[in-house]
């Protein structure tokens, strides 16, 4: 979906768009979700957009999908896997360590797992098949929630106050901000594997 589309959306449906876009990419059908949260801060800079009400429904639509998909993965998931999942190579083996895995990295999986593409949508399916506690994925996956859509907004509100973006190149300026972001993450998870091994 291109810009001029988005912003045609948010013209006519609003705050409303932003909930149902940010639910929609969460629970897997593909949406802009990071140039939609730059170009929050973006509009919201520009008037057309209230900071407080853009933030609560861009958080609100992001966690409401990630309980959604939970669900999906609790109630619908294993049986689904146990039923089928022979057919594509899933063994009870393979499923057993992928849960052990998954398990205990459950917590920095929540939390960093918004940043990246395709691993926020199969995150909480498979937080669902694995029987995650309730509280402990509602915790860590709010807390992820808030800290991956309340960064895209400030940052589209300061970098759009600063250089009067123009909303056309705003997925371009989401797509540099998440490169950046994964190279942080890489090269300080790099730095701490080396420390580890010198230690």
Known sequence: MDID????????YGYLIIFLFLFFGIVGVPA?????????????????LSMGLAMV???????IGMLAAYACGKYVGYPF?????????????RWE??????TDNARKTLVLGFY???????????????????RKYFLFSLLGTILWTVPFIVAGY?????????????????????????LYV??????KRKQRSNS
């Open 158 to 182: 300061y970098v759009g106050d600063a250089f009067n973006v123009n909303p056309k190149y705003v997925p371009y300026l989401g797509v540099v901000f998440l490169i950046i972001f994964v």
């Open 81 to 93: 896997i146990n039923k089928y999942g022979r057919f594509i190579g899933i063994t009870a083996e």
């Open 32 to 48: 802009p979700e990071e140039s939609l949260l730059f170009l929050i801060g973006v509009l919201v800079v520009q008037g057309k």
């Open 5 to 12: 589309t988005l912003l045609h959306f948010i013209d006519s």
């Open 97 to 102: 360590k992928a849960k052990r895995n998954y």
């Open 116 to 134: 990246i593409p395709g691993m926020r949508q199969i995150s909480p399916y498979f937080a669902g098949i694995s029987s995650i506690p309730f």
């Open 57 to 63: 429904c861009a958080i609100l639509g992001a966690f």
């Open 186 to 191: 890489t090269i300080k998870y790099i730095k």
